[in-house]
């Protein structure tokens, strides 16, 4: 699911300069599409999370694929930028925490327990592994159908496909799927005590918002860098398909990146991979900031490998953490409510990444507050009392 939910979500990459093109809309109009998508994933976060503990992964994911399918279904018709917000901003960002790693964290913590406890930190990095896949597969394809149908007909078939596979997903048995220990009602949810007093008794925890903050502030220097990368690397000369290529290589590289973290972390420790990460992600902010002065192929493969390594790096970490500090019943709408900080920040750098291009007619500023932020991140983590486990 998690090669649907970041996968599709980023194809913005390659649908904004055919929109830009069609509808003439100035950048930070269209960096608010993003923007209000990432936002609406943060704020659903604890409605789904409260879902999932309540009726479980079936009706959850269904749910978020039909949402989805739809949005883009509805795209295709867009005529002015409040279409785009409400479907593929809105809509869209609903369906991708659906399907992403809220629910996906609730069910491996729950698969992962007792003996299989020491194995979470692997299993979660390889479960955030396939958002990054998801950008590898869904890019090109995009791309492409771009190039063949443009992109009204590409949205289309996108959603047709969303919708197929909500079909499947509802028919898979998942009884036979479950490895949790905990007993499940007749949707597939976990029976058990109510999660508000979790939720409530989280929110008064320094290492709930310290978490919620680590996410906002890696968001922003993400998301300050990520959904205008095609646009900025066809500015400085590379054409789109090459544009497209290094996005997808960038994704490519996140499977790997964001798989060995886990490892890692349990090996070295999550403050020092954190780190090493959070400095990958500002060494590459570096490299791309130098293309508008050498657009070379050698600097732009030296800009994409540490960037791809690094992104999404800090995801695995934060779930591990949260899953053994919060663990227990309530973990869904916990883990939902942290990804506000996501959500947020993700609009935040979109949005602002819009409206610094604007102002400056370039993209020197995002890199800047995008290796600023990076730097606050990694304070941030060393603040976090790890646990031995």
């Avoid at 704020?43 to 879902?51: C, E, R, S």
């Avoid at 009204?152 to 197929?164: A, D, H, N, S």
């Avoid at 909500?166 to 028919?171: E, G, M, R, T």
């Avoid at 997808?248 to 886990?262: D, K, Y």
């Amino acid at each position: 699911m998690n090669l649907l939910s970041r996968g599709f979500g980023e194809t913005f990459a390659v649908f904004l300069l055919p929109i830009e093109s069609e509808m003439g809309w100035t950048r930070t109009t269209l960096a608010g599409i993003y923007a209000i998508y990432m936002g609406a994933h943060g704020l659903a976060g604890v409605v789904i999370g409260w879902f999932v503990d309540r009726v479980g992964p079936r009706i959850v994911y269904t749910i978020g694929l039909l949402i989805y399918g739809l949005a883009f279904s509805l795209a295709r018709f867009g005529t002015e930028p409040w279409h785009f917000y409400l479907t593929t901003g809105v809509m869209a960002g609903i369906a991708m925490t659906a399907i992403g790693m809220t629910t996906a964290t609730v069910l491996i913590t729950r698969w992962y327990q007792g003996p299989r406890a020491r194995q979470l930190s692997p299993a979660i990095g390889i479960a955030y592994s396939g958002m990054g896949a998801g950008v590898i597969l869904w890019i090109p394809i995009t791309n492409e159908l771009i190039e063949m149908l443009g992109w009204r007909e590409t949205y289309r078939t996108l959603g047709i496909i969303l919708c197929v596979l909500a079909v499947i997903v509802y028919v898979l048995p998942w009884r036979k799927l479950q490895l949790t220990t905990f007993p499940f009602s007749r949707f597939g949810g976990v029976l058990g005590d109510s999660t508000d007093g979790h939720l409530r008794a989280a929110l008064q925890t320094k290492m709930f918002w310290l978490l919620c903050v680590i996410m906002f502030i890696t968001a922003v220097a993400m998301y300050l860098v990520g959904p205008q990368l095609v646009a900025y690397l066809v500015s400085v000369g590379f054409d789109s398909t090459v544009a497209s290529m290094a996005f997808s290589i960038n994704g490519f590289l996140t499977v790997f990146g964001i798989a060995g973290t886990g490892w890692l972390a349990r090996h070295f420790g999550m403050k020092r991979v954190a780190t090493v990460s959070y400095a990958m992600s500002i060494t590459a902010c570096i490299l791309l900031a130098c293309l508008s002065v050498t657009p070379a192929m050698v600097l732009l493969a030296l800009a994409i490998l540490p960037l791809g390594l690094s992104q999404g790096a800090r995801g695995p970490i934060v779930s591990v953490l949260a899953s053994r500090a919060f663990s227990g019943h309530g973990l869904g709408a916990i883990y939902g409510a942290m990804t506000m900080g996501i959500g947020l920040g993700g609009m935040s750098g979109a949005w602002l990444s819009g409206v610094f291009y604007d102002m400056t007619g370039g993209y020197f500023l995002s890199y800047s507050v995008s290796v600023v932020s990076a730097l606050i991140g990694v304070g941030l983590f060393w603040m976090i009392r790890e646990s031995p486990n």
